[in-house]
């Protein structure tokens, strides 16, 4: 099993930038990769970002690129997306999610590990 507790999410301006966490704990060393997601309202889960827990590497999704940046410290079990340049329509409950297998990928069905989200609301 894998624990993971989302932390940092704000209310913020049109424009401003955020940094959101991920803590995981648990049986870490079977994790292939990490995503963050979000869900607005009425709307679905959709995938942001992912990095590969070993390697780094990252993939994002086309509304995002560009404004956040995932990262990792393999050293404190925490995975960190900074958001840039946000706008209205970045408001949601953004999830951290965890996969056990690779290869890695956006879809929700990929990740059997949630955390519980952390809100961000985007106004001006």
């Known amino acids: 099993q894998v624990q993971l507790v989302e932390s940092g999410g704000a209310s913020v301006q049109t424009g401003g930038s955020l940094r959101i966490s991920c803590a995981a704990s648990g049986y870490t060393y079977n994790v292939a990769c990490m995503g963050w997601f979000r869900q607005a309202p009425g709307k679905e889960r959709e995938g942001v970002a992912l990095i590969y827990w070993g390697v780094g590497s990252t993939l994002y999704a086309d509304s995002v690129k ?42 929700t069905e990929r990740y059997p590990y949630w955390g519980q989200g952390t809100q961000v609301t985007v106004s001006s």
């Not at 958001?83 to 297998?101: F, G, I, P, Q, W």
């Open 66 to 107: 560009g404004r956040f940046t995932i990262s990792r410290d393999n050293a404190k079990n925490t995975v960190y997306l900074q958001m840039n340049s946000l706008k209205a329509e970045d408001t949601a409950m953004y999830y951290c999610a965890a996969a056990v297998r690779a290869p890695c990928t956006l879809a």
